[in-house]
């Protein structure tokens, strides 16, 4: 079938890729001519036939929401847009306003996979009206990974449920990636484990905790073993705080997820000013730290 | 080669069973006469020629201690003990020292893989001497997953290397499944997600969340849905508890992990007597809950 | 001078009992009769000599906002409107705005005290114009507690500020009501402190521990030494989720203040769905809990 | 009553201070003679008329376990030893035991107070032997604040009891310690609140969250408004670490505690290996941050 992608960014351009690996016809826009295929989004929606299906794949927030916009003046009735970003969930039901006024469906699907999407195949998870969803099964069937369908695609829910199943998925994996962390610090702080790179590999077949991330750390202690190209400073993008506040709208605890999200905001901060107050209040208490040292031998303070 | 066993529990009877079929010869010894080769220890040691290897296999703590104490007066300088089961990695200092009073080695292997491990084999961490190590190299790739040695093998470092390492790989397993079941709750409580069962399926290819631990939680949901047939009461073994107490001995920043351990203390609680004390403290300066109304439509209280 | 107060329930009740001990003359509305001085806010209007100030006192959210927007409706320009409950800092624009269309003025003052304020006075966090703060003045050294005016009033900064400084004050009470609470349990679970009410009263004076919340504790366990009259459930207000949401948005680590908060949403659960996917995860991979015994004295499983 | 004190730091020697000014006669012993009254313990024994009572003040571990051998050398039967100091509460059975084999008593004593001690007195929870504490109370008395005994002193229980309650009171300080930070930081980054230090002043009357700590907070901002004078670089001392420690033996949730722990051992990193393993795994999926750049306007990644 046909398909238009709008935004041929990294992630863009390989799902484009991939598509046409398996024998649809893909017209992809992005602003970058030299990645192209066409010059406009008018442009794009008069090389498709219809009714039309139209990925976005652009940055979530404004930039999706306008995309949409101006998909809503260049598409029909009987059209169907596709949102694949990271758009957090509570957009889908705007930008399915916006084109239901001109009778265009709507689905949201959240993508996982990142830069290996191409080869293995992209995790998808859907929400919207299953006769749309009907529409663009073999699209999604192109971009899943082989092997049952089930595996790697699902109709969520609601529209809204494919970006907040991915939401989920990320404040996950902000958790799993943050235990590896912790356990790959321990075992550095370890005078007995003289092998840490060599370890963890060997967690790659038959342990509880093997899994894709941990492979992807072996291949990052296998280049780099101590990890010293890089500083412990972490981004985080939005997902990881949308699950934390969707856990409180819903009164679900959260602790590692939250702690996961709060680690990579210290890790950005050179000095904490909390921690200056916790400072602060020791030396007021305790005569800790720079303070004048007093009688040599006695206790120097209770205080902790 | 030969090998005897000590200990023929779950893991034990397993492991008996898959050096057997990698063709090695194995005396297992177990208090149960059901299952066990031979009548005693003493028997067991009569059974192999020496110099012998034993893996111990039996619950850690002091019923390993006795067993390495009892194998110290029954095997002969040269032979080998290896403890499999989770003893903390501090006991291998005791064990090896109690043992190398009569010439018999010692190392300590880290196993993980539960039942499945018969199947699929086991990943392996040992600490310890090389020389050691190399001598029974044959059983532990019997016992390890098909595929590259250091895949499912590793020689951690000194001794106590292997149960440390293990200690740390569980500290991580109870983050990282805290953190899928933060998912799920989250997921469950969405009125968005009408399929959770399947939306955690669909994560297992292609996503950046899918592991082993994933595919075991979609095994249990395909059974039980709504996991309904269990109770949210979840005890710890010690792992997780020495994973923080090391990480405190170190310094190391564990969030994830502690927040994992007490969310399984919470989980046993069926009144939380830190909970009361919250709830004694809302009601003594609000007059919070229960407390008789006062008069009706302003507001009720400015406190938390 | 004359206030007007709107909402009469324990708080507003006592607040108006507190302005009148200083002297000043004020007018309260409630829509019970019981308690209410006027029939309506048109008639509250009409006892007041303008320019009036009106303390609002209502539940914060959709009630607040209604008597603000009828305030706006039977107040004249030059009027000023204090809004005293518990509303969310990023209601104060929109409050401030719906009477700036009438040239009314508004101030957001976050109220902490509970029912103690009427005999120790509440301390006050102030949000908006200082010559608005200026005029009220009378009034908030009527309500604030004796002694320095600093050490119980703040004109914190701008509009909203009085409200962010209370949602922050209560969100730092999330905390520090959890860790005495965690103290209390770990002291309960001691074999050696045999007086724990005796050993908790004892930090009263002298410690650094000494605090409001601690003379509360006492006061809960001088009537009831174990809170055994009162169950681990705790609810929560906005306030604490609020300010979890606001550090989010600034990218700062609240781990404390959220445990706080997560503590109490566990409290209400009577089974976790997030431990039972836990305890499920345990099932499949270690045949823990229920499962069939197997051989008796081996290791039962190695994982955690 | 005579009392002898060991150690003359800076709690000691203003423990000393205050003894003396209600009236007791005090030999204090320190290994620096400038603030000695003798020249050794067997001196300092000779000077004090049996039965003694002599106040252990020096730091906890080794050398608190040292003085008390040395003790148990030059007094007699029917002396008494109180450990002033922060042991750990496992360390009173070694000592009591070592002054029973000579038929001398022991007392363990929390203290709290720091520097402002001297004046204000110390809150004091004591382990041991009835008959012992009522011996050493003029001594107690004398030490701890004025007002009702049991509001600056307790009988905590057992031998143990007294390290074991302060160690818990210090795990409460570590948590309210932090609960203040988080606030403070989430003060200082709104926009909106314009005079932080303000607002923290007026939190000292009338609100919920007063306190001695906040008092102290309010201390080091009067100095010091932005704490920029400092580093938020935290020490801790034994008894955070111990209170995690003994909730984890006991299986009590201390997600508070342990949080504002890993806070401390987090400021003390200049980087942190967890988080450098984070970033690993985010370049690995994603190419995040530095990595080539691709294609410009679409979406970079989907992950987190």
């Known amino acids: 079938m046909q398909l238009g992608i709008v935004g041929l960014g990294k992630m863009g351009f390989n799902m484009r890729e991939r598509v046409r690996r398996a024998g649809h016809e893909v017209v992809g826009y992005d602003r970058n001519p030299d990645v192209s295929d066409t010059t406009s989004l008018a442009d794009l929606a008069a090389k498709l036939t219809g009714p039309r299906v139209v990925w976005v794949m652009v940055p979530a927030g404004e930039i999706t929401r306008n995309t949409v916009a101006e998909l809503s003046e260049v598409l029909s009735e009987g059209d169907l847009v596709i949102d694949g970003g990271n758009s957090r969930f509570t957009d889908d039901a705007l930008n399915a306003a916006k084109l239901a006024e001109k009778g265009i469906g709507y689905l949201d699907c959240g993508v996982s996979g990142g830069v290996w999407g191409l080869e293995n195949g992209y995790g998808l ?52 990636m943050q ?126």
Chains 1, 2, 3, 4 share one sequence.
């Open 125 to 176: 998870m859907v929400g919207g009206d299953a006769a749309d969803v009907e529409r663009a099964m073999p699209i999604f069937d192109a971009l899943r990974p082989e092997g049952p369908r089930e595996e790697g695609f699902a109709h969520a829910g609601k529209l809204g449920a494919g970006h907040f199943a991915k939401m989920v998925h990320n404040g996950i994996e902000y958790g799993l």
């Open 179 to 304: 235990a590896y962390a912790e356990g790959f610090e321990l075992l550095e702080a370890s005078e007995l484990v003289e092998n840490v790179p060599a370890t963890i590999k060997a967690w790659q077949r038959g342990t509880v905790v093997r899994s894709w991330l941990l492979d992807l750390l072996v291949n990052a202690l296998d280049s780099d073993p101590e990890l010293d190209d890089l500083r412990g400073y972490v981004e985080d993008s939005g997902e990881g705080r949308w699950t934390v506040e969707e856990a409180i709208n819903h009164a679900v605890p959260a602790p590692v997820i939250s702690a996961a999200l709060f680690a990579r905001f210290a890790s950005r901060q050179s000095d904490s000013p909390a921690m200056r107050a916790v400072a602060a209040l020791r030396n007021q208490f305790g005569g800790h730290a720079v303070q004048s040292a007093g009688p040599s031998s006695g206790s120097g303070s209770t205080q902790g």
